[in-house]
């Protein structure tokens, strides 16, 4: 069965993303920052995950999963935070592509932050 793997799951566009891959009987497994935004994606059906999307563990929730979204807002708008959150994109998109990653899909269809639909 197709697996999902979501960022921003608990903002504007994750939770629509969310109401709409669960609806359509796609599991997602969906990054959050806290226990609130857990709470969030959990009540709409989603398994939520708590790691920062500037670590390299993010590669291990990914594990099993055919479809990377990236719906996730960099909230503090710096330099910094903005290079290493692409970096980190740049990274796991590579992982669901190549399929360093244990367990994921090779070639997997993603959706990243600047909203271009790649395979």
């Known amino acids: 069965m197709q697996k999902l793997f979501l960022t921003g ?32 994606v959990a009540a709409l059906g989603a398994v939520p995950v708590t790691v920062d999307i500037t670590d390299a563990s993010l590669a291990d929730a990914m594990a099993g999963c055919q479809t990377l979204i990236h719906a996730a807002a960099d909230t503090n708008h710096g330099r910094a935070t903005c290079a290493a959150i692409a970096h980190q994109y740049r990274r796991h998109t590579q992982c669901l592509s190549s399929g360093p990653c244990s367990g994921s899909a090779h070639g997997g269809p993603y959706l990243d932050g600047i909203g271009a639909a790649r395979r």
């Open 9 to 40: 799951g608990s903002g504007y566009v994750g939770r629509n993303l969310i109401r709409h891959f669960i609806a359509a009987g796609i599991p997602v497994i969906a990054l959050v920052r806290g226990a609130k935004s857990a709470e969030i």
